[in-house]
């Protein structure tokens, strides 16, 4: 599992590893019981402490994307399709943010923005 930190980054270290752990997991590359690395190995390997870690691992469990068997280690959960619909629908959504907004920075009013969306949903 390759997990990169961007140090420089406003985004806090155990929200980078939430958001990685979950982009490998919508493209597939972590299926269902596949064992993430012990908390304290992570943390050696990517060299920040153990309980940012633990941080990002709990987030992961309460928000289903893995599970923790005491004693044997932080596992992905069974694939919840709604659940990987609804954060591929979030990632969409946040994209398309986006691009209104430097739609409306670049003086686009609604209308022309939502023409644009009706062009390229045609195609």
Known sequence: MQIIINHSSMIPIYEQIIEQVKAL??????????????VRA??????ISALTVKKAYDNLEQEGFT??????????AASNTELMKEEKRKEVEADLELAIQKGRRYGMQDEEIKELFSLILEE
């Open 42 to 47: 992570l943390s050696k390997e990517l060299k």
């Open 67 to 76: 599970v923790t068997v005491h004693g044997k280690g932080t596992y992905i």
């Open 25 to 38: 997991i919508l493209k597939g590359e972590l299926k269902e019981n596949d064992a993430l690395p012990s």
